[in-house]
């Protein structure tokens, strides 16, 4: 798998990312754990070096099913990108972020021990956390690089001037942040502002949460966050939806390609800056997704697919109200970089 550089001062990854959420329950229905552990094995055997977790991603269950997968596995083989800063009570329910510097250092303790390593590569606020200054956060963060428990600092779903002010404190990786056809909200401010301060993008959400794959889960399932939450699940918007999937189907036909790994190749079209965090929970999704890497397109497929699937288009908001909320990246999008 070809390799890039996460940044101006972050690791050597390849350009294709796994996230590894929908592997612990609570999020999309029951998980597989099976499956879920031959899935990353799977993605490491082809390439795929960077790995992403939270901490709060089946409170504690993803970092462990990782540290099992990666048995065996020479730690230097993989970057592991944490998330931490999530509260939960013991029923689910969210209790907002907290990025105060002593409880970075306790997050980060907690995680060390679950994955089995001695350092994290990289290590990000989940949300931005309103009460606390984003300088302790990314503060505390540094003095743990310099302890040695970290390695590189990232950042999640903050807008412009959090980053700028971040990148002031310690040089950041990477910024985490959904990117998709479906959604395109980082290209007005936030992406100029991280290539002109040299902070690569890991995007998630590229085939916003399954959509673009033309594949969707039953709407019994009501364990599944996309059948309960998601307002580009709920009726009316998913059948608009997937009709713009059609769309982007026909295209794919010409090149015996899925829908899927259309939406793909265009994410990684938009530079190599950009590398996409995918979360197959299972092998087949996995092959599905390592297909698109090998997908030549030229400009016209290009824009095309880019027509095809529009923000415009798309019905729906990405998150429902209560986290768009939570989204410093959303607060900021529509104001211009200073």
């Not at 105060?100 to 021990?113: E, G, I, S």
């Not at 794959?213 to 966050?225: H, L």
């Not at 529009?310 to 429902?320: E, S």
């Given at each position: 798998m070809e390799t890039v550089k996460l940044g101006r001062t972050g690791p050597t990854v390849g350009v294709l990312g796994l996230g590894c959420m929908g592997m612990s329950p609570g999020v999309y229905g029951p998980s597989d754990e099976a499956e879920g552990l031959a899935t990353i094995r799977a993605a490491v055997d082809a390439g795929v070096t960077l790995i992403d977790t939270g901490d709060f991603y089946g409170m504690g269950h993803n970092e462990m099913l990782i540290r099992r997968a990666l048995e065996g596995t020479p730690r230097s083989q993989v970057v592991i990108s944490v998330k931490f800063g999530a509260l939960?009570?013991?029923?689910?329910?969210?209790?907002?972020?907290?990025?105060?510097?002593?409880?970075?250092?306790?997050?980060?303790?907690?995680?060390?021990?679950?994955?089995?390593?001695?350092?994290?590569?990289?290590?990000?606020?989940?949300?931005?956390?309103?009460?606390?200054?984003?300088e302790d956060t990314i503060g505390a963060i540094a003095d743990m690089i310099r302890a040695g428990y970290v390695r590189h600092v990232g950042l999640s779903e903050v807008g412009a001037e959090t980053i700028r002010r971040a990148q002031a404190v310690h040089p950041i990786a990477d910024l985490q942040i959904e990117y998709s056809l479906m959604s395109r909200g980082i290209e007005t401010t936030i992406l100029p502002t991280t290539r002109q301060l040299g902070i690569a993008i890991t995007a998630y959400g590229v085939l916003s949460r399954g959509i673009?794959?033309?594949?969707?889960?039953?709407?019994?399932?009501?364990?599944?966050?996309?059948?309960?939450?998601?307002?580009?699940y709920q009726q009316g918007n998913l059948e608009q939806n997937l009709k713009l999937v059609e769309a982007l189907r026909q295209i794919a036909r010409e090149k015996n390609a899925t829908p899927a790994q259309l939406a793909l190749a265009w994410v990684r079209s938009r530079g190599?800056?950009?590398?996409?965090?995918?979360?197959?929970?299972?092998?087949?999704?996995?092959?599905?997704?390592?297909?698109?890497?090998?997908?030549?397109?030229?400009?016209?497929?290009?824009?095309?697919?880019?027509?095809?699937?529009?923000?415009?288009?798309?019905?729906?908001?990405?998150?429902?109200?209560?986290?768009?909320?939570?989204l410093d990246s959303e607060a900021g999008a529509h104001h211009p970089p200073t």
């Open positions: 939960r009570d013991p029923a689910g329910i969210f209790g907002g972020n907290d990025g105060r510097p002593q409880a970075v250092k306790n997050f980060l303790a907690y995680t060390l021990r679950r994955l089995g390593t001695d350092y994290i590569d990289i290590y990000r606020p989940a949300r931005l956390d309103p009460a606390v200054p984003i673009l794959s033309g594949r969707v889960p039953p709407a019994t399932n009501k364990g599944d966050i996309r059948i309960v939450r998601m307002p580009r190599s800056d950009i590398i996409p965090v995918v979360g197959a929970r299972r092998r087949e999704q996995l092959s599905e997704c390592l297909g698109a890497l090998a997908l030549k397109l030229d400009a016209a497929d290009l824009a095309r697919i880019d027509a095809a699937v529009t923000p415009d288009l798309t019905a729906g908001t990405r998150y429902d109200a209560p986290q768009m909320a939570h």
